[in-house]
């Protein structure tokens, strides 16, 4: 089943200007990462925040969580054309041996020279 | 640290013939998990092991896909028939323990059923 719900779907932003995306989830959370996958290749893990945090940085990402809302964002700020990929943002859910990562459908950003 | 490995990285089968993939994930990463992923959408979990146990294969289409992990190192899936909605990229992760879910990915096997 389908958690995190990413939107926009798809984003085109010059070269230099920030990127936002945004993930809604619907159960409570361990946690909540983004990833990063470039066409054709596998994902590549961006940033982790826990449910007690509320902002996180790292380099040009910037991630903020809302428990309350249920909802996070991600802003790459000046962003490159190397940061054309598709962008999921991952729910970690459940305790145990029952504990998982339930995915988006990802937002899709091109960065344009 | 050497990255998770997938053989092969593109597979084109014909309907009703079989499949399999192969996955060696990190040394010492005890969650292992294959994912299918259908272009433009996120990836869905088919069957996560724990060391050599199965802890979640809710998603799997038993009656065609099957996985091992013998030795709670290397992993296999399989497709057997395969079927034209199969077409899809097939990945493999895996996170140090079950409890610390950051997950790494191996470059996936594109597979095309025609």
């Known amino acids: 089943s389908q958690q995190g719900e990413e939107d926009p779907q798809a984003l085109s932003i010059q070269e230099g200007e920030n990127a936002t995306m945004n993930c809604s989830y619907k159960?409570?959370?361990?946690?909540l990462q983004w990833y990063r996958q470039n066409s054709g290749r596998g994902l590549v893990h961006l940033i982790l925040?826990?449910?007690n945090e509320r902002e996180k940085h790292s380099g040009r990402l910037r991630v903020t969580l809302d428990t309350s809302k249920k909802s996070s964002s991600l802003l790459i700020t000046a962003s490159r054309a190397a940061d054309t990929a598709s962008y999921f943002c991952a729910t970690d859910v459940g305790a145990g041996n029952n504990r998982k990562l339930i995915w988006g459908l990802g937002t899709s950003l091109g960065v344009n020279p | 640290e050497a990255g998770v490995a997938q053989s092969p990285r593109y597979k084109i089968i014909e309907k009703r013939q079989s499949v399999a993939f192969w996955c060696n994930p990190i040394s010492g990463h005890a969650t292992l998990y294959w994912y299918q992923q259908i272009l433009g959408q996120g990836p869905k979990l088919l069957i996560q092991?724990?060391?050599?146990?199965?802890?979640?294969d809710s998603q799997l289409p038993k009656d065609r896909f099957s996985a091992e992990r013998l030795k709670g190192v290397d992993s296999t899936l399989k497709i057997q028939p395969a079927k034209l909605e199969d077409s899809a990229v097939y990945l493999c992760?895996?996170?140090?323990?079950?409890?610390?879910?950051?997950?790494?990915f191996g470059q996936g096997t594109r597979l095309t059923v025609v």
């Open positions: 925040i826990r449910s």
């Open positions: 992760a895996s996170s140090f323990q079950i409890d610390n879910t950051e997950a790494f």
């Open positions: 092991f724990q060391n050599n146990g199965v802890v979640d």
């Open positions: 159960t409570s959370i361990n946690n």
